[in-house]
């Protein structure tokens, strides 16, 4: 079945920890991506990748980190410098950029 | 960078109704879409429509790209047609709008 995955779906952390999220396409696109949306709010690039090894950083960056070793998965990690990590974060991928993007299923993170 | 305005941002029809939605952004771009985001967060891909109109059963949408608008058009609408519609554009990189939260009544 192709799709794109993202996993956990809940996550609970501690203050001061990091955390990674996972998000797997097997779609063969290569262009991936990052989102964070808070309640009642749009979508907010966090980073995105056009192919594999490269990546670039979104409007709201700072405190977070990825990595593009394969070109199915696209890692996001929450670090403890992130002020209000709590929110739900959604990956996506499209053919090329520019093309049409598809989306996970998200994952709510929850910062206790 | 490019702004993204979507009107109205709350919308409560009764089923069967017609509904228009509107998405204006700022300058030109590469591409744009409509989603919708079912209770669940899931979103849904509707169109993608950089310029011109498609129909999909029920819903079409236009976007005018020299006048810097989109519409997506909803017709005899149903309770599941409930939730979030995003348009999104891309130019450098991808931008959202704030969504217009539908509610359809039975």
């Known amino acids: 079945d192709g799709g794109i995955t993202q996993s956990p779906k809940y996550l609970f952390r501690k203050e001061g920890q990091n955390v990674t999220l996972s998000c797997e396409q097997n779609l063969n696109h290569d262009a991936m991506y990052w989102y964070r949306q808070d309640p009642g709010q749009g979508l907010r690039l966090i980073y995105y990748?056009?192919?594999?090894?490269?990546?670039q950083k979104g409007d709201i960056a700072e405190g977070y980190s990825v990595s593009r070793e394969k070109k199915e998965s696209f890692p996001l990690t929450v670090t403890s410098a992130q002020k209000n990590p709590t929110a739900f974060y959604l990956c996506?991928?499209?053919?090329?950029?520019?093309?049409?993007?598809?989306f996970g299923p998200g994952t709510r993170l929850t910062v206790l | 960078g490019i702004q993204v305005e979507q009107s109205p941002p709350d919308l409560i029809l009764q089923e069967g109704a017609n509904s228009t939605l509107r998405c204006n952004f700022s300058d030109s771009v590469n591409n744009l879409q409509w989603f919708h985001q079912n209770p669940w967060g899931q979103l849904i891909n509707l169109f993608y429509?950089?310029?011109g109109t498609k129909q999909n059963g029920r819903l079409s949408a236009t976007t005018v790209a020299t006048e810097r608008y989109s519409l997506l058009y909803i017709s005899s609408s149903q309770t599941t047609d409930s939730g979030v519609y995003f348009c999104a554009v891309h130019n450098n990189d991808m931008r959202f709008g704030a969504g217009t939260r539908l509610t359809v009544k039975p």
């Open positions: 429509i950089p310029s």
């Open positions: 990748s056009q192919i594999v090894n490269d990546f």
């Open positions: 996506a991928s499209s053919i090329r950029a520019a093309d049409t993007q598809y």
